[in-house]
């Protein structure tokens, strides 16, 4: 069909359900847009994709390999799978994995009730820890003067390095580490309070999915994070 | 410069060499190097000069000879010999002197006629030993640099694309991708600025193959280089080398000032429109640097983790342009492709794994060294005819092929056919070649846990199955090994290992489990006997009941 393939549309099935895509939409915006929810954790509309957390992996028909729905591009004709027993063992485990890596407790959590981690965790059903935890120790930088990083609690999405670089323009975030030694630091590891780049703008804190962001002063389940997007717009001082 | 320009350079230097009734080639490379050969050299240079046959005879440092376990290896011609661990000692170097028309000295002798030798095909390292990497006239004397000229001046880019498709080569990194249609995709990929990059961040633990051809032969890979950015239409070219390899580096840096000043690289190659300028970027030694998008963006400068495929470097690689990546063998092995045609090549090797392939050999192995083989040699020829066997008479126990992205092979398979195909139904890989065998004395677990701490810790963080099943791995491992596992472990084991495998962001993830699944697959036994009796019987791990460690305390 050359005409529509002119305009880039592009038919496929996702879970069996018959669905279109435009150019450039990826295997997971038109899952979302149809109502197939995906699991994922470093995805942040608006920010580039990294292809990270490894949940949204999907089974595409022909392909041997387990694709990242937020990184691939939705073809003409592709078979995908996005649920099935394997990808939810899947799914299930990169969650365990992260509870066991650094301290992820809920009970003593500021974030708790508003935590991506945990819902996801509820929704998956990992209701238990099998492997042993690993509490890799971390440090809490409390020197700003807003905002505290308690990086025990961080599961390195880089979703604060990509708002600050790509929307904020100031890249205070980075990542410094490799593997299980992987930290987020500000600037050149110095503390978040003597940061020369931090605009102390908060959109780190916005987009953090768990408790590692969080404002100052905040207890146990207080720290809610308003929608991105809005909170931008009041930022700059519009009307939603 | 022109091909007849080249032929005269060739043709001169031939005829300065056959001036030279003795030659005497030490090898230099880093292997040699370690053990004083560089010494050798200075000293049989001096001897040669007292007797006053510098006229007559050559000494030269030459690259890597291969045999590892024998260095400092010397060549002498037409005496038809090596000596192998000469010592940097006038008396026994002024004896070789003496003796280059009689009876090689017995005690250091090594003739080329062993196995080991013998039983070798070059392709690859042909001039490896033989020319002076640090000349370019030496290698042009042995043909450098025709192939690339006569390319630019009689071959369409489509013609030599073609030429490597038929050859049937494949990526020699670890992948093993075919390199013609990979060449033809970044031909065929839109865009004005394209680049060709060489992946020399050899890190498999054990692996020195990349190594050894950059120190013996930088102007094979240059030229390599040339001749494919020449096919998809590159005008830049990087060799990414890590840091460790700083004498690579040096000679490439070399061979690079010696190809440009000549007009072999630069612009205006042959006379021509095409130019191609080549540059060195260094690792800082991390393993995931050698997967193709974590390389591409360290090139770019930024931190280097890998990020998704597609869009494959092909279309869209460094600084979003196509590029063309391929590993230092893959490209040494182009020259000779289009010199003796792709047919040829095709004729080498088995259906699906053409031409030949290095293997660093290592481990419980008697000739440590390096080997280059046609593919579909067995197993049990490359370690007991080429490889000399197991010291000291021990068993053979297991290979591990593919470093710690590949698995370990047990006795049962050694007469298996060594190619692509073969090597993936047990288990294992190809990989960039390193084989480490290991004899009757290794403990699997203890093998296990050592790869698996190493892609633990080469892991980038980027991916959480990486990042934490790793670590989770190493951690189950290690517990077995103490004598504090639980038979629970294996299952777990198996089954984090197998979601790793398929769900980790880059190869490095994605493989890094390997190691753990062939040996629980070939040697489970092992493991049982960790965990139920607390023992190593090999006596490598700390179990509470190993004698080892019992006699220990």
């Known amino acids: 069909m050359p005409e529509r393939n002119q305009y880039g549309i592009k038919t496929l099935t996702i879970d069996g359900k018959e669905v279109c895509a435009s150019e450039d939409q990826t295997i997971l915006e038109v899952a979302r847009e149809n109502g197939i929810d995906i699991p994922t954790l470093c995805h942040f509309s608006g920010l580039k994709e990294i292809g990270a957390c490894r949940l949204c992996v999907v089974e595409v028909k022909g392909s041997n390999k387990l694709l990242a729905s937020c990184s691939t591009q939705a073809q003409e004709g592709m ?76 599961i390195l999405c880089t979703r604060c390095l990509r708002v600050c670089d790509q929307i904020e323009g100031a890249h205070t975030w980075d990542m410094t580490g490799r593997g299980i030694g992987a930290r987020m630091i500000t600037d050149m590891g110095e503390p978040w309070g003597n940061s020369a780049t931090c605009t102390n703008c908060g959109k780190c804190v916005m987009v953090c999915p768990v408790g590692a962001l969080v404002a100052k002063g905040k207890s146990v389940a207080e720290m809610t994070k308003p929608e991105f997007l809005p909170y931008l717009l009041q930022m700059r001082g519009e009307e939603r | 410069m022109t091909l007849d320009e080249l032929q005269e350079i060739a043709e001169k230097e031939r005829e300065e060499q056959k001036k030279y009734t003795h030659r005497v080639n030490v090898s230099v490379a880093a292997g040699c190097l370690s053990l004083h050969s560089d010494q050798v050299l200075k000293i049989l240079e001096t001897e040669v000069q007292k007797r006053g046959m510098e006229n007559t005879c050559k000494v030269k440092g030459v690259g890597c000879m291969g045999l590892c376990a024998a260095g400092p290896l010397v060549r002498c011609e037409p005496q038809h010999t090596y000596y192998r661990g000469l010592p940097p000692n006038q008396e026994i170097l002024s004896a070789v002197v003496d003796n280059l028309d009689g009876a090689p000295l017995p005690e250091f002798a090594l003739s080329p006629d062993v196995p080991f030798f013998a039983e070798q095909q070059k392709i690859v390292l042909e001039n490896c030993g033989v020319i002076d990497p640090e000349r370019i006239e030496d290698a042009i004397a042995v043909g450098a640099y025709e192939p690339l000229l006569d390319c630019i001046s009689n071959r369409t880019k489509d013609e030599v694309v073609q030429e490597i498709i038929k050859s049937g080569l494949r990526g020699r990194g670890g992948g093993g991708y075919p390199t013609g249609l990979k060449w033809s995709m970044v031909a065929k990929a839109p865009g004005e600025q394209k680049y060709v990059i060489c992946n020399a961040d050899e890190g498999d633990p054990g692996a020195f193959m990349d190594r050894s051809v950059l120190e013996s032969d930088p102007h094979r890979v240059l ?65 995931v640097c050698g997967e193709e998008t974590a390389l591409i963006a360290s090139v770019e400068g ?48 088995t259906e ?32 007991f005819k080429l490889g000399g066997g197991i010291p ?90 103490a004598g504090e596992g639980k038979m629970e472990d294996l299952d777990t084991l198996e089954r984090l290992g197998a979601m790793v495998q398929k769900t980790a962001l880059c190869g490095l993830g994605q493989t890094a489990p390997n190691p753990v699944s062939s040996t629980l697959r070939y040697f489970r036994e092992e493991y049982v006997q960790h965990i139920t009796e607390k023992t190593c019987a090999q006596g490598k791990c700390a179990c509470s009941n190993t004698p080892a460690a019992t006699a220990g305390e």
């Open chain 2, 223 to 287: 030229e390599g280089m040339a001749i494919a950015a020449y096919a998809v239409g590159a005008s830049k070219g990087y060799i990414y080398c890590r840091a460790e390899y700083p004498l690579a580096v040096k000679r490439l840096k070399i061979a690079i000032k010696q190809a440009e000043r000549l007009g072999l690289l630069g612009k205006r190659i042959g006379d021509s429109d095409f130019e191609f300028e080549v540059e060195v970027r260094l690792g800082a030694g991390a393993f």
């Open chain 1, 79 to 154: 078979e995908v799978t996005a649920h099935s027993p394997q990808l939810k063992e899947f799914r299930k485990l990169v969650v365990e994995l992260l509870l066991t890596e650094r301290n992820h407790v809920c009970a003593v959590c500021v974030s708790s009730g508003h935590c991506e981690l945990q819902t996801l965790a509820q929704k998956l059903g990992v209701d238990h820890v099998t492997l042993p935890y690993l509490h890799v120790k971390c440090e809490t930088d409390g020197s700003h003067p807003r905002f505290v990083a308690d990086h025990n609690r961080c």
């Open chain 2, 392 to 481: 000291e008479g021990r068993k053979f126990k297991a290979v591990q092929t593919g470093g710690p992205s590949g698995g370990c092979i047990p006795e049962q398979f050694l007469d298996m056919s060594v190619d692509y195909a073969s090597l993936a139904s047990v288990g294992s890989i190809m990989g960039s070649g390193g084989m480490i065998v290991m004899d009757e004395t290794a403990c699997m677990v203890d093998v296990a846990k050592f790869f698996m701490d190493f892609t633990r810790d080469e892991s980038c963080g980027k991916c959480i199955p990486c990042r934490v099943g790793t670590t989770q791995l190493h951690g189950l491992l290690e517990r077995i090994s």
């Open chain 2, 302 to 349: 930024k931190r280097g983790v890998p990020r998704p495929r597609p869009p494959f470097p092909a279309y869209s690689g460094l600084n979003h342009c196509p590029t063309l990546l391929n590993n230092v063998e893959t490209f040494a092995n182009i020259a000779p492709i289009l010199r003796k045609g792709g047919d040829w090549f095709a004729s080498i090797g």
């Open chain 2, 352 to 383: 699906k794994s053409k031409g030949t392939k290095v293997f660093a050999l290592v481990g419980d192995i008697n000739n440590t060294g390096l080997i280059e083989v046609p593919m579909g040699i067995t197993l049990r020829d490359l370690v």
